[in-house]
């Protein structure tokens, strides 16, 4: 079911006859002639529900009596003169009026009295009181036409907020710009591109701090990315949760090659940051995409999985250095026993040695829960800073490995 949800206000023009008439043109060339542009978006869009927002002394009264009219029971509509007048109209008094308003508009309405919400508590309390009309689930639109100005900033936020609180996914935001009118036409103006960046922003957010670049997946849908390239995030990041790391690379280097075209949409803005969190993808060899993929992780602070990612970068390195083949579990079975073997016959430099013990150390600490015996890494252990900085050198470090 789809709900438009619409701010009415007050009329800075004429608070007896109430908003201008307008026409009001949408993008598709239909255009509507009416005082209140949300009564012909409901219309437009064919909402199945409409819900009207307005405080105590919103144009509640001309609102009835435009779309109403005699249809509404005398002493109730002079009841809600008075009420606008004094700023005392109740949630009872509208809900008197519902049948009326439900029969002309040939939909089901539901009025909501919110505060001025001048401050913060407010702002917050209208949230939670328009989440308390909507159902997990259903689909909204936002009418910011009317009301007072802030409100359409509250509007936005709204949209995000119905999303995480009551999985509500609102549509679309319209706004009838009245001060656009050109030739006698008002143009409509959809602002859901605003809500789309902000969304934006929230997941990507998430992607950077969890590493899950597949939650992009449904924004980069939307805004027009190959179907084969959203499913190549989906399955990249499947395969990486399965530490098979080659494949990932190969299956994510055609999204990273769709990325320097330019998208559509929010995701256009974004385009570059995505393109950077896969940049790992580039490197030829295994032991870089898995060094570059231990850097990720330090920088979300995971790390296990930069210490997990960082051995096996070492070790994969040490087979390629003897011809082995990366992917063969043997080959780096024996290619770690041979460089064991070399440290125990003082063979590789310090900062090797050193390298190596510290990801081995670290690794088993983390992954088993347990404190190094060798003291300087178990103090690293106390240390949870110092450690990712030890890390992240010594993964730098790693670059100077001979192949």
């Known amino acids: 079911m789809t709900t438009l949800i619409s701010f009415l206000g007050k009329s800075q023009l004429d608070s007896r006859s109430g908003y201008r008439t307008a026409c009001y043109r949408f993008a598709d060339g239909r255009q509507y002639e009416t005082a209140y542009f949300g009564l012909a978006l409901a219309d437009h869009l064919q909402a199945q529900r409409v819900l009207l927002l307005g405080t105590s002394s919103s144009m509640w009264d001309l609102l009835v009596e435009s779309t109403v009219g005699d249809d509404a029971d005398e002493a109730l509509r002079l009841e809600l003169m008075e009420a606008v007048r004094a700023g005392s109209v109740t949630e009872s008094l509208l809900e008197a009026l519902h049948p009326a308003l439900q029969r002309r508009l040939g939909r089901p309405v539901a009025t909501l009295l919110i505060p001025f919400a001048a401050e913060f508590a407010d702002q917050q309390a209208l949230l939670q009181r328009l989440a308390d009309h909507l159902a997990r689930g259903e689909h909204a639109v936002l009418d910011v036409t009317h009301g007072f100005r802030h409100l359409a900033m509250l509007g936005l936020s709204a949209a995000r907020y119905l999303a995480h609180a009551r999985g509500v996914s609102v549509e679309a935001i319209y706004y009838g710009a009245l001060d656009m009118t050109e030739g006698g036409v008002t143009p409509v103006v959809e602002l859901s591109g605003l809500s789309h960046l902000q969304e934006w922003a929230e997941v990507l957010s998430a992607c950077e701090a969890s590493g899950d670049f597949a939650r992009l997946a449904p924004l980069l849908a939307r805004d027009g990315l190959a179907a084969e390239h959203v499913q190549a995030l989906v399955r990249g990041w499947q395969l990486l949760g399965a530490?098979?790391?080659?494949?990932?690379?190969?299956?994510?280097?055609?999204?990273?090659?769709?990325?320097?075209?330019?998208?559509?949409?929010?995701?256009?803005?974004?385009?570059?940051?995505?393109?950077?969190?896969?940049?790992?993808?580039?490197?030829?060899?295994?032991?870089?995409?898995?060094?570059?993929?231990?850097?990720?992780?330090?920088?979300?602070?995971?790390?296990?999985?930069?210490?997990?990612?960082?051995?096996?970068?070492?070790?994969?390195?040490?087979?390629?250095?003897?011809?082995?083949?990366?992917?063969?579990?043997?080959?780096?079975?024996?290619?770690?026993?041979?460089?064991?073997?070399?440290?125990?016959?003082?063979?590789?430099?310090?900062?090797?040695?050193?390298?190596?013990?510290?990801?081995?150390?670290?690794?088993?600490?983390?992954?088993?829960?347990?404190?190094?015996?060798?003291?300087?890494?178990?103090?690293?252990?106390?240390?949870?800073?110092?450690?990712?900085?030890?890390?992240?050198?010594?993964?730098?470090?790693?670059?100077?490995?001979?192949?």
């Open 243 to 403: 530490m098979n790391v080659a494949d990932a690379a190969r299956v994510l280097r055609p999204v990273v090659r769709a990325l320097t075209e330019p998208l559509h949409g929010a995701s256009e803005l974004y385009r570059a940051q995505l393109a950077r969190m896969l940049r790992w993808t580039q490197a030829e060899a295994l032991h870089e995409q898995l060094r570059l993929l231990a850097l990720q992780a330090l920088q979300r602070q995971d790390l296990l999985r930069a210490a997990v990612l960082g051995l096996e970068s070492f070790l994969t390195r040490e087979v390629a250095s003897i011809g082995g083949d990366p992917l063969d579990y043997q080959a780096r079975e024996r290619a770690a026993a041979q460089f064991q073997q070399a440290l125990r016959e003082g063979e590789h430099p310090d900062w090797k040695r050193s390298a190596y013990w510290l990801l081995n150390n670290v690794r088993n600490a983390l992954a088993h829960a347990s404190r190094p015996t060798y003291r300087p890494h178990a103090q690293l252990m106390q240390n949870p800073e110092r450690l990712r900085r030890e890390l992240e050198a010594t993964l730098n470090r790693l670059t100077n490995t001979p192949v």
